[in-house]
């Protein structure tokens, strides 16, 4: 009884962390600062890319790596989530 409670409080826990890292991107908006947007969500795993285009923009892609865990509980994974911004803006 004491280990089946124990592999549902760990299968719980796995669930509802999955899905909090997933629902902290619903707390952005087009048009967001790029440091509000940060403030919000974190600070990204890398900038994938930078570029000032034709127009005289900068152009910023920057990715973010989510934790999935999957019905298989000990085996997880990663999302990938990129996010734009032009001229510090997200677009």
Same mark, same amino acid.
């Given at each position: ?11 719980? #826990? *796995? ?22 947007? #940060? ?6 795993? %890398? ?9 005289? +923009? ?8 989510? *934790?999935? %865990?999957?019905?298989? &509980? &000990?085996?997880?994974?990663?999302? +990938? ?11």
């Amino acid at each position: 009884m004491k280990n089946k409670l124990i592999f549902l409080t760990i299968l719980s #826990f *796995l669930i509802l962390s999955g899905c909090a890292t997933n629902s902290k991107f619903m707390r952005l908006s087009l048009g967001m600062p790029k440091e509000e947007a #940060f403030k919000a969500i974190g600070k990204p795993n %890398t900038l994938r890319a930078s570029k000032v285009n034709e127009k005289g +923009q900068t152009v910023e892609i920057y990715e973010y790596l989510a *934790l999935k %865990t999957n019905a298989d &509980w &000990w085996y997880s994974s990663y999302t +990938q989530y990129w996010l734009s911004f032009e001229n510090g803006k997200l677009a």
